[in-house]
C-alpha cells in the first residue's frame, strides 16, 4: 500500500507541483513605492467587458503591430475600473504594447503616452494568467495595511515573465 503512495506521488503530484512551481504559484510579490516610473509611449486596442477576454484583445494588437511592420516593447494594459465594484460589461481597459518614442500606428491601434511619474510598483514573476491576481492582492493587502485606496488607472508591464503593475501615488 505504501508503495502505491509513493508511485502516485512520483506520477502525479510531484509532476503538478513542479509545473505550478514552473509557472510561479508559489511566488510572492515585491512592492515598492516612490519609485520614478515612465514616460512610456504605446499602442493600444480598447477592451470593454470581462477583463479574463483581455489576452485575446492584447494578441489582436500584436497581429495588427506585426501586419504594420512596427516593433515592439513589453506587453501593456491600463486598467480603468475595479471588477470588484464595476460591472463586468461596464470594464474598460487599454491594451497593447510599448513603442519606441514618436512611432505612429494606423487604425484600428491608437497610441498614448504615459509620463514619468512617482508610483507604487508591485512586481510578481510568473505566467501572466497567475501574476496579475498575485500582484493585484499583495497591492490591495499593502493599501489596506496603510489606509490607503486603490487608485486608477494602473498601468500593468508585462516582460520577461515578470508582470509590473504600476499605481501612481
Known sequence: MK????????????????????????????????????????AYLEHSGDYAKLPER?????????AQGIARGAAVT??????RTTARDKLAAQTGYLLAPGVSVREPLK?????????????????????????YAALLKYLDGRGMKLKLPTLEIYQNNQLSVEMDI
Open 78 to 83: 491600463l486598467m480603468q475600473n475595479d471588477p
Open 3 to 42: 508503495k502505491q503512495w509513493l508511485y502516485f506521488l512520483a506520477a502525479f503530484v510531484v509532476p503538478l507541483v513542479s509545473i505550478f512551481w514552473w509557472v510561479g504559484g508559489f511566488a510572492g510579490a515585491h512592492i515598492e513605492e516612490n519609485i520614478l516610473r515612465g514616460p512610456y509611449h504605446y
Open 58 to 66: 492584447q494578441l489582436q494588437a500584436l497581429r495588427e503591430l506585426q
Open 111 to 135: 497610441v498614448a503616452d504615459v509620463p514619468a511619474r512617482q508610483v507604487l510598483v508591485v512586481q510578481v514573476r510568473a505566467h501572466p494568467r497567475l501574476a496579475a491576481g498575485k500582484a
